[in-house]
């Protein structure tokens, strides 16, 4: 079964809004990761969250996550046009070290 | 720049042709990845090497061939492929295997087939 899955699958915004993705998984795991993909492009490492912890900030960026509910939510402040991407998480769950993505999110963000 | 260089970054082949991707990382990491990523799927993992020996076969078919000669460089050849294998072909790095930490990306081959 899929471990992550985001919410929403498009997300449209005007520049200088906030935007919120979440995460739902299935099973326990280490960490939670947050990717940033331009279209067409790699994937960039945003931001890892640890299943100790609740809330993580990195910039503009503010994670939080929510084990006893399997999920996680990526805050993006003050969106500017270049965040418009797709956003995935990515969990290990059960599986053996194996990175597990969600579908993503795309972001857009209006100027 | 991630520190993993992908080439070539656009490929289009015929069913019977016979093309190689390459990866190369310069983050002195010990462990390789490659992804596939079709569109409206989540990423695909296909395969993975840690100390250049492969610790992962995900069901792959044959047709794709992955080589790798050290930790610093993956290759995945590729051989009588299908349409339906027309994709973005990603190349990842880690520096362990297995690891639960941070994946570093190359900018993928956007593969056609025709």
């Known amino acids: 079964s899929q471990q992550g899955e985001e919410d929403p699958q498009a997300l449209s915004i005007q520049e200088g809004e906030n935007a919120t993705m979440n995460c739902s998984y299935k099973t326990s795991i280490n960490n939670l990761q947050w990717y940033r993909q331009n279209s067409g492009r790699g994937l960039v490492h945003l931001i890892l969250i640890r299943s100790n912890e609740r809330e993580k900030h990195s910039g503009r960026l503010r994670v939080t996550l929510d084990t006893s509910k399997k999920s996680s939510s990526l805050l993006i402040t003050a969106s500017r046009a270049a965040d418009t991407a797709s956003y995935f998480c990515a969990t290990d769950g059960n599986q053996g070290g194996k990175l597990i993505f969600g579908q993503g999110t795309e972001l857009s963000v209006k100027p | ?114």
Do not use: I
Not at chain 2, 13 to 30: A, P, R
């Open chain 2, 1 to 114: 720049e991630t520190g993993v260089t992908q080439t070539p970054r656009h490929l289009v082949m015929g069913m019977t042709n016979k093309k190689s991707l390459k990866c190369e990382q310069h983050l002195g990491h010990n462990a390789m990845y490659w992804y596939k990523q079709s569109a409206k799927k989540p990423l695909e993992l296909m395969f993975v090497y840690n100390f250049k020996e492969q610790t992962e076969n995900n069901s792959v078919p044959s047709r794709f061939s992955p080589e790798c000669p050290n930790s610093s460089h993956l290759f995945l050849h590729l051989h009588t492929l299908q349409p339906e294998d027309s994709a973005l072909y990603l190349c990842a790095s880690s520096q362990d295997y297995p690891s639960q930490e941070t994946q570093y990306f190359g900018p993928g081959t956007r593969l056609l087939v025709l």
